[in-house]
């Protein structure tokens, strides 16, 4: 059985990563994320512990990493040592491997250490719902997220479940993936 597999949304939780070991993040980027090697990571853990708790927010859980792919995230987890991988009872991933990917690893890995495991973000840019339908089939059978999150509801292209403009302001039809993942 996971540890804490019920989690009380109420709660407030820290997440101070995003896709930390992608080496595709530069200081004058477009979007979000940060490179930090998993020893490093460990580190800001153990810090952010600390503070937590000296700030008197010693049942805040720290989650961990959002790396971009299963196999990434595996790799990470396996590298924190004990200490680190007790303090985080929740580890998030990211779905951009698609097809691919050792989903099964990641979740044998997450269970013996006793771990929630959330799908935190997942998005491509078929409109159709075919690969959508494919990668949400292959997590729920080898990954058994407690939790799938779609990473943009709104946007163009195709990666949107529904077809908008974010810099237009404008929202249009949604696309047969947003049907897909209603079903």
């Given at each position: 059985k996971y540890a804490r597999d019920h989690w009380d949304m109420t709660f407030t939780s820290v997440e101070p990563f995003n896709e930390p070991v992608s080496?595709?993040?530069?200081?004058?980027?477009?979007?979000?994320g940060c490179h930090f090697s998993p020893h490093a990571q460990?580190?800001?853990?153990?810090?952010?512990?600390?503070?937590?708790?000296?700030?008197?927010?010693q049942d805040t859980?720290?989650?961990?990493?959002?790396?971009?792919?299963?196999?990434?995230?595996?790799?990470?987890?396996?590298?924190f040592d004990a200490y680190t991988r007790q303090l985080v009872p929740h580890i998030n991933v990211h779905g951009y491997q698609k097809g691919k990917g050792r989903r099964d690893l990641l979740h044998e890995a997450a269970r013996a250490d006793g771990k929630s495991l959330w799908n935190s973000e997942y998005g491509e840019k078929d409109p159709t719902g075919l690969e959508l339908a494919h990668n949400l089939n292959l997590d729920f059978h080898q990954l058994h997220p407690n939790?799938?999150?779609?990473?943009?509801?709104?946007?163009?292209?195709?990666w949107g479940l529904i077809q908008g403009d974010l810099t237009a302001k404008t929202i249009g039809k949604a696309n047969a993936k947003y049907f897909v993942l209603a079903h």
């Open positions: 080496n595709w993040w530069k200081a004058e980027g477009k979007q979000e460990a580190a800001v853990l153990k810090f952010l512990r600390m503070e937590l708790d000296q700030r008197g927010l859980p720290i989650f961990a990493s959002d790396d971009n792919t299963y196999d990434e995230a595996l790799q990470n987890w396996k590298s939790a799938w999150c779609y990473w943009q509801a709104i946007d163009g292209g195709g």
